[in-house]
Every structure is written in C-alpha cells, then in structure tokens.
C-alpha cells in the first residue's frame, strides 16, 4: 500500500496551523474544489475573484474530506463539528505546503513557460518522462498564483519527474512561482506580442518571461528556442542571471537540437531530428509545426534531466491535442462526416497563425471546405485592430475556403478578407451558432478558435449538439 500523500501530521507543521476537531491521520489528496473532491483529500477553501472556498466547506466535509484548511476569521461561520487546520490566510498556507513538498522530494524538475504552447509542451513532456519513472504534472493550465502552489502540494514525496508550467500576464508574476518550483531545467518555448496590452513592448514580454531564469537550481539548464526573435535577448538574460547552460532548439539545423526531417501523417507528424548530438526519429500524435517545433525543446529536457532519450521520444507518439487546444473529432453529418478542430480555449496572433497552418494541413473530403470560424484575440492593446488585419495573409496562405468572424476587433479583418472567403461576421460569437449548424456540410473541415472571453467553446458544443460526434474517440 502506497503512502499517503501527506500526514496530517507533516501537513499542519508545513502550513503552520492549528487542528480543531477530529483531523483525519491521512491525506491522500488537496482539493480547492468540493465538487471533484474525492474522500481523504483536504480542503483548501482559499478566496478567489468570484468564489470563496469557505461557503463550501460544509459540502467538503460531507464529501468526505479529511481536514478542510480555513481562515481564523471565517471559522464562526463554518459548522461546529468540522474537521479544520486554522490559519490566517489559506492561500498562504498552501504557498508554504507547496514549498514544504518541493524540499522534501529529489526529483528532478523542468519548468516551462512561454507566450505560447506552455500546456502542449508540459503534457508532451509529462509523456517523455513517464517510461523513466514516476512523474508528477500540473493538471489543465494552473499555472499561476494559486495553480502552482498546489501543483507542488499534490506532488509526492516519491515523485521521479515534476513537470510544472508557470504564466504570466504581468511583469515580476513569474518569479515568485519559480522560486517555490526551483527548477533544474527551464524551457521558454517562444515569445510573441501576447498581453501585449499591459506590456510596452515584445521585449519587454521576454524579460518578464526571463524571470524564469530567477528560481533556476544550481548548475541548471535554460532551454531557448532559437528561431524566436527575442533569442539573443534572452540568452543575455539567461548568462546576466548566473545560467550556467543554455542548450537551444530550433529547425535552422545550427542549434543543439534540430530538426531534419518532417513528413505530415495525417494524424500527426513523423520526425527526425538531432537532439544535443543524438540522431532520434519519432512521431508525434498530433499535427501541427508547432508540436514539432516544441518536441525538440521537450526531448532535450528529457536528456537534460537524465531520463531516457529514446524511451521519451517514442511516447510522443501518444501525444493528443486536449479539449480546446486543438481536439479533433468526427461529427456525422447527413450521409458523410465533418472533422472539428477544437480550438476555442484561447487565441493570439502566433497561435491564430499555427492553427491556420494546422487547418491547412487538413484533408477536407469530396466537396467539402477548410472553414475557420474565429473570435476576438484579447489583450493586444492599442494595436488590436491591426494585429487582426495582419490574419487576412495566413489565412489566405492555409488555402482556407471559408471564415466566420465573431467580435469587434475581427471586423478589421473581416474588412481585409477577400470576398470569396467571407461567410459571416457577427459581433458576438452566439449569434454565428444558428448559422454554423445550418451551414456545415459533409467533407468540412471546421476550426473553431478565439480567446477564452469572445466565447468561441459554445460554438464547438453547438456543432456537437446538433451533429452527435461519429465515435467517442478522437479523429485519427
């Protein structure tokens, strides 16, 4: 039988409270959330900008839940025979049980971040590192204040690999995160004009993502992709920040991994490349270039951290493109089938760009057409309307047939498409579901995406009410 994950004994010493009641011996688990809590794991009721764990500590106990960690002040409010850990603040006890997990293990940590592919690169990694050993990953996307801080309480103590990814909207958000991580391997995928409105410039992005470089162990590894324009920025960043090794990825073949060979599969790509001076060939299990791109920084962490090449590079052959970030799935329509690709979690010029690419890399069957129905890109400040505009070439480039428009900014580029292209604008993405659902036909390639506030999800989940998907699994 396995250890728990922590004591609640280690637990109370590590986050500096108090017990009251009868606290379980055990915790096999941390939860922020009643509704997925599962019985033995302990409740953080930390306060967020809409909801405050405290109103469901009740429905945690009842759940099951070992231990619930609150506020002194709250504690009047919350059922007399609960089961609690006190202390002032729950968010930073669980910063201090996050810093108490990471300096009981030894495993060895690769941090990422980026203005792109932060959660395809970790769940890519995740993959790599599993055939050498046990490997602890943050789940979705909790990479920020509170994401972090309880990845690393629910790492293990036994943990082999610990993959974290770290993100940022503002300077000086990222060190802080990385100094709790302490990471031996850093991987910065790319930088682009993402938040670009709270920052003054690009450059100004690479140095707040620099700030990885700041919680780096002794001895540690910086992974830098040289085909991004802020590489020499960043590699000055990374030797000013006391970085003693800078390994770089990159398809120009004069980096220290690169690329030598990649052919489309239809389901993925097939590549062959030179990683730190060893030749590895390998498949990924989602298309796109950015996948390859990223699979070179991903295999050169895994050589970085000591884990097995080869072993790491054939499991990227299971790699699968998560729900909003580029899932694909058959949708029967009439007599013939519609190939949805979903990606409605987020949107930003570079990533708008590489979904276009993987758009165009689809095969649309007899009759039918690449369709991009996109969304809003947040965030880009005074330049958003150009930013939008500047789609029309890629677009056009990624043979797409047809484009849906949703939101105020896409109307600039919904002004430069070529008439032949346009299908629809509309102001909010609701008002495009009616017209999708009734315009879809068999053969379509259709790809869904736009930042998470323009709302582009329901679009997806409009398409699969109407047109029940053709299997539970993913296209191939």
Not at 48 to 66: F, I, N, Q, T, W
Not at 78 to 94: I, K
């Amino acid at each position: 039988m396995s250890d728990p994950l922590w004591t609640s004994e280690a637990f109370i010493e590590a986050c500096g409270g108090t017990a009251k009641g009868d606290v379980g011996a055990e915790i096999t688990g941390i939860s922020i959330d009643s509704r997925t809590l599962e019985p033995g794991d302990a409740f953080i009721a930390i306060k967020g900008d809409r909801l405050d764990g405290h109103d469901y500590v009740a429905a945690a106990l009842e759940a099951g839940a070992s231990l619930a960690l609150v506020a002194e002040s709250r504690l009047e409010e919350l059922p007399e025979d609960g089961r609690y850990v006190v202390v002032e603040d729950p968010l930073e006890a669980m910063r201090a049980l996050g810093i108490a997990a990471r300096d009981r293990t030894n495993a060895r940590i690769v941090a990422v971040t980026g203005s792109v592919g932060k959660t395809g690169t970790k769940e890519a990694l995740r993959l790599a590192l599993e055939p050498s050993g046990k490997v602890h990953a943050s789940v979705a996307s909790f990479n920020n204040h509170w994401g972090v801080p309880l990845t690393l309480a629910r790492m293990p103590a036994d943990t082999d690999y610990g993959v974290f990814e770290i993100g940022m909207n503002h300077a000086g958000e990222i060190t802080p995160l990385v100094k709790m991580v302490r990471p031996h391997v850093a991987v910065i995928t790319t930088v682009e004009a993402v938040h670009i409105e709270f920052f003054e410039s690009v450059e100004k992005i690479a140095q707040a993502k620099a700030e990885i470089f700041d919680g780096l162990e002794p001895g540690g590894v910086a992974i830098l992709n040289k085909d991004n324009k802020q590489y020499d920025l960043l590699r000055f960043l990374a030797v000013t920040a006391g970085v003693p090794t800078v390994h770089t990825f990159g398809q120009s073949g004069s980096e220290d991994s690169s690329l030598k060979m990649i052919v489309p599969t239809g389901e993925g790509t097939s590549v062959e490349a030179s990683i730190l001076g060893r030749d590895v060939s390998y498949g990924i299990g989602a298309p796109g270039n950015h996948h390859v791109q990223n699979s070179l920084a991903v295999l050169t962490a895994v050589a970085d951290l000591s884990a097995d090449l080869d072993l790491g590079a054939a499991a990227l052959g299971a790699m699968r493109a998560p729900k909003g970030r580029g899932e694909r799935c058959l949708l029967t329509v009439g007599s013939g089938e519609v190939e949805l690709i979903d990606e409605s979690y987020n949107a930003n010029p570079a990533s708008m760009r590489a979904a276009f690419s993987v758009l165009a890399q689809a095969e649309p069957g007899s009759s039918g057409r690449r369709i991009a129905v996109i969304g809003d890109m947040r965030e880009l400040g005074t330049d958003a309307d150009r930013l939008h505009a500047d789609l029309a070439a890629p677009i056009t480039e990624a043979a797409i047939d047809q484009v849906y428009c949703a939101g105020p900014h896409m109307d600039a580029l919904w002004q430069k498409l070529p008439d032949a292209l346009k299908a629809h604008y509309r102001e909010e993405a609701k008002d495009l579901a009616d017209l999708l659902t009734k315009e879809v036909q068999p053969g379509d390639v259709v790809m869904i995406k736009g930042s998470l506030g323009t709302r582009m999800g329901p679009l997806v989940e409009a398409l699969k009410k109407e047109y029940p998907p053709a299997d539970s699994t993913e296209a191939a």
